[in-house]
């Protein structure tokens, strides 16, 4: 079945770092990606996404590549703030699924 | 405008008892999902229903877990004979259409369920 795997955290970043986060997927046909962010207290919102390969989903100075040939769609941001402190989870749809599978999460606190 | 909301936010009930937890999607949305998150997990996924519908509850993890959605806009889902293990964060979504990827899921806040 359709499976999301996802770097392990938590991780702690100091403010300005580059962020990376690693997602690698197992699924059936040509799924689409995305990356979900859920802040502290908040909601599960949508932080970008790609629907085929070689697209690139950014947002708010997040981005990340849709990579058939490796599978992944990695998060990225080249600076951070502390206010990208969050739980980060990767997901996807495949086929003619109309759920989402999601990976575990990644909780990232970005110190000042 | 407003988003998707479950009533209530946080629910504790003893073991064996009855709850509804309840979603109301963005107003025009036909699509409404739910998903259960464990702690520290990702969430996982539960039913679908498109419109009035469940179009696929291959999620629910037993019969004890139902959901209705009778007017095609807010839905109940209904957990019968709690046990401790039901204890998780209860999520709904909603999309526009079902076009798969190309339409979005607006998730709630979510009802944080206990069973003791």
């Known amino acids: 079945g359709d499976s999301v795997t996802q770097m392990e955290g938590p991780v702690t970043l100091s403010e300005e770092a580059f962020l990376t986060i690693n997602c690698t997927y197992t699924a059936t046909g040509y799924p689409s990606l995305f990356w979900y962010v859920q802040y502290p207290g908040e909601g599960l919102q949508l932080l970008l996404k790609a629907t085929k390969a070689d697209d690139k989903g950014s947002n708010k100075g997040f981005e990340a590549t849709y990579r058939k040939e490796t599978t992944s769609f990695h998060l990225e941001k080249g600076s951070v703030q502390v206010s990208d402190s969050a739980v980060y989870f990767c997901?996807?749809?495949?086929?003619?699924?109309?759920?989402?599978?999601f990976g575990s999460g990644t909780q990232l606190t970005v110190l000042p | 405008g407003a988003g998707v909301s479950q009533t209530p936010s946080n629910k504790v009930t003893e073991k064996g008892k009855y709850v509804e937890l309840r979603c109301d999607p963005i107003s025009g949305h036909t699509a409404l999902y739910w998903y259960r998150q464990s702690l520290g997990q990702g969430p996982e996924f539960l039913i679908y229903f498109q419109g009035t519908g469940a179009a696929d509850d291959s999620g629910l993890p037993n019969d004890r877990f139902f959901a209705v959605r009778p007017e095609g806009s807010v839905s109940t889902l209904k957990i019968q004979r709690t046990e401790r293990g039901d204890s998780a964060v209860y999520l709904c979504?909603?999309?526009?259409?079902?076009?798969?990827?190309?339409?979005?899921?607006?998730f709630g806040p979510g009802t944080r369920l206990t069973v003791l």
């Open positions: 997901a996807l749809l495949s086929g003619s699924a109309r759920q989402l599978t």
């Open positions: 979504a909603s999309s526009l259409t079902t076009s798969g990827a190309r339409d979005t899921q607006y």
